[in-house]
């Protein structure tokens, strides 16, 4: 293992303008997370946290600053390697799940992997990872709006885990469950964790960040403690 | 193997079927519209064409006016002569080739008097050019086919004797016998000879009533093909009108030209108000796609996010205009064969130039402006759903 961190973000900051005047939601942060890292992202609303969940996930660019993610500089990349790297490398967890409604359980699951190869799936990956995440086999040709939460949950993490990502991005995947399923759900997390995946996980709940191994503090843009 | 952003459009089409299968409608009276037009304008043109063209593989070499030059006497005849016949003879070629006499006159069927054309014609030629419809053809020396509409008039019949010539008290005028009676020809005559309302006899016996054994008034070459018309005139004007203008060289092409860009002016103009439906159907289908791309956009910042390239999104998009467009031009397709066949039977009174591929080929041809229309219309909106912002999109609700 070589000392790179996997995410390495250099003296990052977003500036919003609005008709209000600028708005800085994330004011000159540097930060480092490891390989294998569980890393927990916590601050009260406007602190920060959304935006920098879509800086990890490279959904947008920073004003100022680098953000480095497995060695590559994600400023200098085109729009379509930015599309691939969120395709490969990382796989989002939402609060609302966010599953296509057209698609059924095990479409949804297939899908990154025609983005990837560009044909359906005949290996039996999607089937065989939405197994791994305890999805009822039944349910897979069940469009998302005939499954519960929990399910719908599972679906979406086999979705993300299924081109094989080194990140997981989680923003508060467990907000739209109970208290039940939610920890089902963060149990899943921890065992990816375990076998490699770096998580990294928006939450407001100190009970969820209890299961990373570094909680960041985000106040006003800013990291008020780690 | 079946592409995932095409069945996401087929699925998205068939949850909001009822607004896509209107938005379709429109394609449909679009391609509807075009295709009986263009079909319409294209039957009249064929038959009217048709009409013209029976005689248009004829030349019609007559004599020229006779100028004489300052002293010389006026020459007393203005025939074809047989030396000229056989200078036509040899530049036609294979083209069979018909000298006619003709004169008017009057003539007594009974009672009754009349004038017309009396045209002579060997026998054989007659039979090779004309079309009895009721009796036989000329045999005999003194026997006369006559047209349609003088034996209408006349009330002639077969057997009927008409004495020719002008009425002399001292001269028995010669008499002919009707033995058949021609199919009325019309407007379009297919033998470059205005039959109905002649008289028509053997050249023997023409002859020895008007004289003129060896010169003719007129000369018919029936061309075996028509391609050659120029070709065959330019012969004969350079064989009979060596030296100078001796005869006349004509035909019915010029006609033809004018009227059928007369009706293909009209043809382009009704295929143009027929347009004007394809572009209001043009407007629905973007409001369609446009009403796609909003409603969805959760669903594309969910696809943006989690990797989609934009050329997908826009291949999904434009998938869906695609298939909006096959539903409308496959049904408006059906519907112009029905549509487009009622309305030339009804207009034109005539369906047999339907099926032919000029008239046909306007079917499969407004289905495919259809499907462009409906592809150029999902251009715009599949190019702003895949210029999403992903981070906005995703917020959308």
Redesign the interface.
């Known amino acids: 293992m070589n000392n790179t961190p996997l995410i390495r973000l250099t003296d990052v900051s977003k500036v919003y303008h609005l008709e209000s005047g600028d708005f800085t939601a994330l004011n000159h942060i540097s930060l480092d997370i490891n390989e294998g890292e569980f890393v927990a992202l916590m601050g009260p609303s406007g602190s920060g946290k959304s935006t920098m969940m ?1 800086q990890l ?1 490279i ?2 660019v920073p004003t100022t600053g680098g953000i480095f993610i497995a060695g590559k500089n994600v400023a200098g990349m085109t ?2 390697e930015r ?6 490398v990382i796989g ?1 967890i ?1 609060q609302k799940f ?6 059924s359980a095990y ?1 949804n699951v ?3 992997l ?3 190869y560009k ?2 799936d005949t290996t039996g990956r999607a089937s065989a990872v939405l197994k791994s995440v305890g999805f009822d086999e039944e349910l897979s040709t069940h469009r998302p709006s005939q499954l519960s939460g929990g399910q719908q949950q599972r679906v979406a993490i086999a ?2 885990l299924v081109n094989d990502p080194k990140i997981l991005l989680c923003d508060e995947p467990t907000g739209n469950l109970d208290r039940k399923t939610g920890f089902q759900i963060m149990d899943i997390l921890v065992n990816l964790n375990k076998k490699g995946k770096t998580v990294i996980l928006v939450t407001h709940d100190p009970k969820i960040a209890d299961y990373a191994h570094r909680t960041i503090q985000l106040e006003d843009g800013r990291i008020a403690g780690s | ?2 592409d ?1 952003f095409f ?2 459009s087929l ?2 089409v068939r ?1 909001n079927f009822l607004r896509s299968l209107l938005a379709s409608i429109g394609i449909v009276i679009g391609v509807v519209a075009i295709s009986s037009m263009g079909m319409l304008g294209t039957n009249m043109q064929l038959m009217v064409k048709d009409q013209l063209t029976t005689g248009i593989n004829i030349i019609t070499v007559t004599p020229d006016v006779v100028r004489a030059e300052p002293g010389s006497p006026v020459s007393s005849s203005n025939d074809i002569t047989e030396i000229q016949l056989r200078d036509i003879r040899d530049a036609a070629g294979i083209n069979e080739v018909i000298p006619i006499d003709r004169t008017n006159t009057q003539f007594s069927i009974g009672s009754n008097d009349g004038r017309g054309s009396i045209y002579g014609l060997d026998p054989d030629d007659i039979k090779n050019i004309m079309n009895v419809s009721e009796g036989t053809t000329i045999r005999g020396e003194s026997d006369a086919i006559v047209g349609a509409t003088i034996a209408e008039r006349f009330n002639l019949k077969i057997g009927t004797r008409i004495k020719i010539g002008e009425p002399n008290i001292s001269v028995t005028r010669p008499v002919v016998r009707v033995v058949g009676i021609l199919t009325s020809a019309g407007l379009s005559s297919s033998n470059g000879i205005n039959t109905d309302n002649a008289i028509i006899v053997s050249d023997t016996w023409y002859t020895s009533q008007f004289g003129g054994g060896n010169e003719y008034d007129q000369v018919n070459v029936y061309l075996k093909d028509v391609s050659t018309l120029t070709a065959v005139e330019d012969a004969i004007d350079k064989k009979v009108n060596r030296n100078k203008e001796v005869v006349r060289i004509s035909d019915s092409s010029s006609r033809i030209t004018s009227v059928s860009s007369t009706l293909s002016s009209i043809t382009t103009f009704i295929l143009a108000i027929g347009s004007i439906s394809l572009l209001v159907a043009a407007t629905s289908i973007f409001n369609v796609m446009m009403m796609s791309v909003s409603e969805r956009v ?2 594309i ?10 050329g ?1 999104i826009r291949r999904m998009f434009l998938y869906e205009a695609f298939i909006l467009g096959i539903i409308g031009a496959v049904i408006g397709g059906i519907m112009s064969i029905i549509i487009g066949y009622s309305v030339v039977s009804a207009m034109i009174g005539n369906s047999a130039y339907f099926f032919l591929p000029e008239s046909i080929v306007y079917i499969p041809g407004g289905m495919l402006i259809g499907m462009i229309v409906c592809i150029v219309s999902g251009l715009y909106p599949a190019w702003r759903a895949s210029n999403l912002d ?2 906005d999109a ?1 917020r959308a609700e």
């Open positions: 879509n996930g959904l947008d729009n379509l599309t691939h790297m969120r395709r490969d989002y939402f966010y599953l296509i409604p057209l698609l479409e297939e899908y990154p025609i983005l990837k044909k359906r979705r993300a | 193997m079946k995932i069945d996401l699925r998205s949850l959760q669903e910042g969910i696809l943006l996010s989690i990797g989609t390239e934009k997908e992903p981070i995703l």
